[in-house]
């Protein structure tokens, strides 16, 4: 199995203390951040910050998708989702940039071996990047 990962950043005119705050507010802003992509989410617990469980599916593709529950950490300027469901793990990182901040996505797991894995780790982040960027974009709108 090889481990696959995506990775976009965008820069954000808003200080790191209020994007942190955004990123970690799973009530209100992360539902209105996400895509099309991220279907029936819910807060199941918490829903600001540490300790907050989240489930969404994610619709990759048309014929893709991951059933996610992921659990919330955050320590210091990184807000991390990790998937009970697989490997998946999400990282929101965010950096003093000027007067405003650099926000970094890492999303990374442990993809399929053979063939499969190959097209998968070839392929997947591609999208996956796509996604992420938008999610940024969205972010940018609600923070700036």
């Known amino acids: 199995m090889a481990q696959v990962s995506a990775s976009s950043s965008i820069q954000v005119a808003a200080a790191p203390e209020?994007?942190?705050t955004a990123l970690a507010d799973y009530e209100t802003v992360r539902p209105r951040i996400l895509t099309e992509h991220y279907r029936d989410y819910r807060v199941i617990s918490g829903g600001r910050g540490d300790g907050t469980v989240v489930h969404w599916i994610l619709q990759a593709t048309e014929k893709r998708q991951r059933d996610v529950q992921?659990?919330?950490s955050v320590k210091?300027?990184?807000?991390?989702?990790?998937?009970?469901n697989s490997?998946?793990?999400?990282?929101?990182?965010v950096v003093p940039n000027g007067t405003g901040s650099t926000v970094v996505v890492l999303t990374q797991w442990k993809g399929a071996g053979g063939v499969k894995g190959f097209f998968e780790k070839t392929f997947a982040p591609l999208g996956l990047r796509k996604?992420?960027?938008?999610?940024?974009?969205?972010?940018?709108k609600e923070v700036d």
């Open 70 to 72: 992921a659990t919330v």
């Open 76 to 84: 210091g300027s990184t807000v991390t989702e990790t998937d009970a």
């Open 131 to 140: 996604i992420q960027q938008q999610v940024l974009e969205n972010l940018k």
């Open 18 to 20: 209020a994007v942190l």
């Open 87 to 93: 490997t998946l793990v999400t990282t929101y990182s």
